[in-house]
Structures are given as C-alpha cells and as structure tokens.
C-alpha cells in the first residue's frame, strides 16, 4: 500500500480570479456542511431545509457561471447583474425561512411583500437554471408560467384564445400564480426540491467522497482485472466499470468521462472503431444511471411518488439493470468475435489481489450503506452514516500505512510524517466537500424548475389534460401509448436533463399509464424513468455519445448511433415489465424464474439478430425470424412464450453447432 496522494482543491482548477474561486470553495463547503448538519445532527423543518438548500445552491449557481459565459471576464456590468442575482439568491431563502410562521399565518392572502419576493425568486431560479442547466430548462419553465397566466382569468387573457380546446384553461393572476410557485408546497419547494434537497445531495456527496478518495480508480482496477484478458476485454472492463461507477455518481456523462478516459483508448487500440468505442462507453454509462443504489437520483424520486421503500425500488431494479448491462456486455463480446478479437497482455493488466489489497477499504461503506438501509434507516441518516464511513476508512488508511507499511519499507514515521498526513486528511476533506456541492448545482437547480412546472401542471390541471390526449391519440392500445410516452421522453431529454425529464413526465402520463391502462404504480414509474434515460444515447441529440464521441475522436452523429445500438436494452426492458409485471412485483416462485430465463433469452437473441452473429454468423432468414420469437416472449400469453422460446432456443442452438463445425476467427478464439 502506498501513501495516499494529496489532492488539489478543484476551485484552483476554475478559470476565475482568486477571489472567486475561494468564494466558490466557502460556499460550496458551507453547503455541504449544512447539508451534514440537517441529515446527521439536527433535522430541519421541510421549508427551511429546502428554502437554505435552494438559496446556497443558486448562489453557487451565479458564482460558478458568470452571466456571460465561463469564457469571458465578467466585467463591471457582468458583477452588476451577478451582485443582482446574488443579492435575488439570498434574499430569497432569508425571507421564507425567517417569515415562515407569519407566510403560514396569513395563507392565501400574500402581502405584496410576499408577491414582490414570490417573483424575484421565480425570476432567479430561472437565471441560475439557465447558467447551470441549459437554455432549454429556462426555456420550459417559462413557457409553463406564460400557460398559466393564459386564459380568461388570467393575466394574460389575450393567449388563452390561440390554445387548442383541450388545453384552454380559466388562467391564474400573477398573485395566484405566485403563491403556487413560491408560497406553496407544490412549486420551487414541492416535492422534487425536497428529494435534492435531502435524498440527493447527500448522496452526491457520498459519490464525491468515494471519488476523491480514490474510489473510481479501483472500481475501474478490477474491471480490468476481471476482463481484460477476454475478447473485447476493455470494451468488457467499461461496462463494469460504469456499473461500479454508476452506483457512486449519479451522470451518465460524468461516468463517461470518468471510466472513458481509460476504456476508450484501449478499445481503439485493441481493434475497435472510434465510433464504437464511444458508443460502448455512452451505452455503458448510462446503465449506471438506472445501476442501484442511485440510480442517478431516480430511486429516491420514484420512492417519494410511489410511497414505496427506497430499499424496495432498489432491490426491484437489480435485476433490470443486470439485464441492462448484460445485453451491452453481449453486444460488446459478438462484435469482439465478429472481428476476432483478442484480450490484452496479462502483463498490461492490474493484478486483482493487489488492487483489491490496497482498495478493499473502499467496499467497506457500501457495505455499511447497504446494512443501514436494511435497517429501514432514513435515505438521507444513511447517506450521513456512508459519508462518516468513508472518512473513517481514509483514516484507516492512513493510519495502515504510518504504522505498519512505512516501517515495513524502511521508511521512519515521525511526527513529520503525521503532520503531512493530517494535512492531506483535510485537504482530501474539504475537496470532497466542494466537490460534492459543485456536482449538486445541476441537479437541483433542475428540480427547482422542475417545480414549477409540476406547480403549474397542478394549477391548470394539465395533468388530466395530457393523459385524456395520450388515451386518444394511442387508441386505448397499451403499445402506442409506450411508444407515445417514448417520443416524448425523447423530445423532452434534448432539453432537460433525465431527472427533470422523469418528474415532468410522470406527472403528465403516469396518471394515464396507471388508471388508464392498469399498469402497475411501480412498474409505469420505472418505464417512465427508463425512457427518461434514452436522451443519453438516442441522436440527434445525445448528451453521453457526444462525450463519449469526444473522447474517441469520431463523428458524434456516428458515435451516437453505435450507442444507440448498444443501449436496445433501454428500450425493450420497460415494455418487458409492463407485459411481464411479475418480473418486479413478484410471484409464484416458478413464474418468476420462467421470465427471468425468458428475458435473458429474448435479449440475447435480439442483440444477435442486430449483431447477425452468436456463436458464427446468422443468416437473413434466422435474423429475421427472431423478431416475431422476441415479440412472442414478451406477449402476456404462456402459449406464445413457449412459442418464441422454442424458436430461439432452435436458432441459437443451429448457430452453436455451426460454430462448432467451422474454423473462423470465433472458434478459435473460443478454442
């Protein structure tokens, strides 16, 4: 074990003047602080937790994105506008935590004090959005408060006339509106800021302790070591990788980054196209986002909507990230015998008893996470608990080597050292505390708008309105409406990112999906939340593939497309839990078995019809006949799943003992 590497404060990092930079680092650790306080020590009131999580957030918003763009100086009208923006941030959670018995108090009849902060803290959370989230967000949002305020009651009663019937509302007062949006429990502070102001953020945090601690390395470490020695091996090591990854960070992009830094190469090198080596890694990567416990912050979203454990969510979606990795591990090893690949040297490879000697302090808070919640503990006492856990095993560390491995290489442990070592504790500390808070900007300023479109669809009853439209549209037929609801997941993700897409879509269709269509509460969020995903990999825009595309040197449309290839299982597991229910509520002990073995099998054989290879190539006709086999298997009926089986089951089976007739690439890397 060598000595832990200090770690530089990732503000020195930021292209700002040294001012900003501490301000940024004080802010962002403050939060974090905070954050620690309300989860671990003393919890606060649902207002307050949320109006000072919002407040910190935006403020570290304008401070991080200067209004202008990161690549221009802000100037002395920039530091205007900022100081503005600033000054909208903090007065704006002041006043609700500070009036709140007297907000409470005087409920429905806002004072125009209230009103006049009501619409600077709409006006702010919109401006940070925009700087921290995109355009798009901004751009949603408003056009949910402009629909609000149309109608013949409405401040703008002039729009109202060019809505569709079905969409014509009564309209809201800019009082009335306010008071949904910043007064009430349904807007900015509703339900989705309350998820990141607790749930989320304190297991960002977790992630961003585990990361800076070294966490990621080993994760990526034993992947390598598992693989790398396969055909496709590191092709194979990214999508473990990102699995691992994916349960300590909560961005499909971030993991690409992360994981793709090293897959990506080395799956050029080994013989892979740049195009296919970025789409593996945004496939790959985006199964961490559905990978438990995170789930990119979607399992404590769904849990909150549902009112099922969070536990529960997560121990229903092992299996269907399983099968989402595994078919993305298949299409990456037929591609790898297609071409006759090869594994890489055993000598280029890490050993996995020395990673595994010097990282298994990092398994240790997973472990502890994993009990806790087992104990029916609170989500946010548990990210509390993790985040000590991880401290503590970094102590341990640390203390392994000043007493045992120092001397044991000669090396003397003075105090000298000691000092050295406390000092770098600290630095590592703050880091992961600044880190933490700077990776939660997004996501919740995300939900703050998310808000208010959820305030707004409650306001207006656009809810109702959507779902009647889904019911008319899909004709009442359960697979147009999937398909409906996957065009709009689509449409929504090129501008919202996937958590904000998952909460503006469940609350749009989900009503429609679970009355409507009697799908299971449970199972239509997790189909909603799976197709949120598929903005990550599916062109024209997708956000993972770019940066997976960047990382390879391709041509994103192309390296797009390869990750859209690969991420099918995105697509075809949510239908197969809609069809297949008991695959998560459970059931008799047989059926439950039987569709699992019918899942695996029905992927398998639409990654190879895709492929045209298995064990050798496929013919045109086989191919062909796997799709209706697929679709068998995936109808509610145990006449056509036998069916389907049985065919697929013959085809794989020919295509085996052609494989083993034949002297191509295949059979001798499989020999």
């Known amino acids: 074990m060598s000595e832990p590497a200090p770690l530089p404060s990732l503000a020195d990092k930021l292209p700002q003047p040294k001012m900003v930079v501490l301000a940024i680092s004080v802010v962002a650790v403050a939060l974090s602080l905070f954050q620690m306080y309300g989860a671990g020590i003393e919890p606060l009131g649902l207002f307050y937790q ?32 900022d100081l503005g923006f600033l000054a909208g941030a903090f007065i704006t959670g002041f006043y609700l935590s500070f009036y709140l018995d007297e907000i409470f108090n005087r409920a429905g009849f806002w004072t125009s004090t209230d009103l006049i902060i009501g619409i600077i803290a709409t006006v702010t959370v919109l401006e940070a959005s925009r700087r921290a989230v995109g355009l798009g967000m901004t751009v949603i949002g408003i056009v949910a408060i402009v629909y609000a305020l149309s109608g013949p009651r409405g401040a703008l009663p002039w729009l109202g006339e060019w809505l569709p019937g079905i969409l014509s509302h009564r309209g809201a007062d800019v009082d009335r509106l306010v008071g949904q949006l910043y007064l009430g429990q349904e807007g900015i502070y509703g339900l989705p800021m309350g998820v990141a102001a607790t749930y989320i953020f304190m297991f960002v945090l977790f992630g961003a302790f585990l990361e800076v601690t070294g966490a990621g390395k080993f994760f990526i470490d034993m992947a390598y070591a598992a693989t790398g020695r396969k055909a496709g091996g590191p092709a194979k090591a990214a999508v473990l990788a990102s699995a691992g990854m994916g349960s300590i960070s909560g961005s499909a992009i971030a993991n690409v980054v992360t994981t793709g830094a090293f897959t990506i190469p080395l799956m050029k090198k080994l013989g892979y196209r740049p195009a296919q080596a970025g789409g593996i890694e945004a496939a790959a990567s985006t199964g961490g986002q559905i990978t438990p416990p995170l789930m990119g912050a979607g399992a404590f979203l769904i849990s909150e909507y549902t009112q099922v454990p969070y536990l529960e969510i997560v121990m229903v979606s092992i299996f269907p990230a399983i099968l989402y990795l595994g078919t993305v591990y298949l299409f990456v090893h037929i591609v790898a015998l297609k071409n006759g690949m090869r594994g890489m040297p055993v000598e280029e490879l890490p050993d996995w008893k020395q990673v595994l000697k010097e990282g298994w302090q990092f398994i240790l808070p997973l472990g502890v996470l994993i009990y806790l919640l087992v104990l029916n503990i609170s989500p946010m006492r548990v990210g509390f608990w993790a985040i000590i856990s991880v401290l503590a095993v970094a102590a341990l560390r640390y203390v392994i080597w000043f007493f045992y491995v120092a001397p044991q290489n000669g ?7 000691l000092k ?30 998310a808000g208010i479109i959820v305030g707004v669809v409650g306001l207006t009853g656009l809810g109702l309105k959507f779902s009647s439209m889904m019911i008319a549209f899909s004709g009442g037929h359960i697979v147009l409406a999937l398909v409906l609801v996957l065009i709009a997941s689509l449409i929504l993700g090129m501008g919202l990112p996937v958590t904000a897409s998952y909460i503006v879509l469940i609350v749009l269709v989900g009503p429609a999906l679970s009355n409507e269509f009697g799908i299971p509460l449970l199972i239509a969020h997790l189909v909603v939340f799976w197709y949120s995903q598929d903005s990550n990999v599916t062109p024209p825009i997708a956000l993972a593939g770019f940066a997976g595309a960047a990382i390879a040197g391709a041509s994103p449309l192309e390296t797009s497309m390869q990750a859209w290839k690969f991420a099918k299982g995105l697509y075809l597991i949510p239908a197969f839990m809609v069809f297949n229910p008991e695959i998560i509520t459970g059931g008799p002990l ?30 045109l006709v086989s191919r062909i006949l796997i799709v209706p086999a697929t679709i068998g298997i995936f109808y509610p009926d145990i006449r056509a799943e036998i069916a389907g089986t049985v065919v697929i089951l013959a085809i794989l089976g020919l295509n085996w003992w052609k494989s083993r007739h034949s002297d191509g690439p295949a059979a001798k890397i499989a020999a």
């Open 50 to 81: 949320r109006s000072i999580h919002l407040a910190f957030v935006m403020f570290l918003a304008f401070l991080m994105f200067p209004v202008f763009g990161s690549n221009r100086k802000r100037g002395v009208l920039g530091w205007v506008i």
């Open 411 to 417: 090396e003397k442990a003075s105090h000298d050292r």
């Open 420 to 449: 050295v070592a406390l000092v770098n504790g600290v630095r590592i500390t703050i880091a992961a505390l600044e880190l933490g808070a700077k990776n939660a900007v997004a996501v919740s300023m995300a939900c703050a708008v």
């Open 590 to 619: 047989p059926l439950v078995l039987w569709t699992g073995f019918t899942a695996i099998l029905s992927l398998a054989a639409f990654a190879a019809a895709l492929e045209g290879f298995m064990f050798a190539k496929i013919d």
